[in-house]
């Protein structure tokens, strides 16, 4: 499947069905780099509030993969 045909990002298989390790992890990295900008961010002001931030980051990422796969199980 070619990334950057458009058709194709529509096109699923059963194997976009299942869940993935590979992906997850992948997911967490990403969460990882976002809570570690922040803390470059934040540094030098209010410390206090990088739990909060990494929560809402953390938080978006579950929601969106959520409903990601709530999606795909409908369809």
Do not use: H
């Not at 997911?27 to 803390?39: G, P, S």
């Amino acid at each position: 499947m070619d990334p950057q045909d458009p058709q194709a990002a529509d096109t699923f298989t059963d194997s976009d069905r299942e869940l993935s390790v590979a992906d997850a992890q992948r997911y967490l990295a990403w969460v990882r780099e976002a809570v570690t900008r922040a803390a470059q961010l934040a540094e030098g002001s209010n410390l206090e509030d990088l739990p909060s931030y990494a929560v809402a980051i953390l938080s978006a990422v579950i929601d969106t993969l959520g409903k990601s796969y709530v999606d795909m199980a409908i369809e």
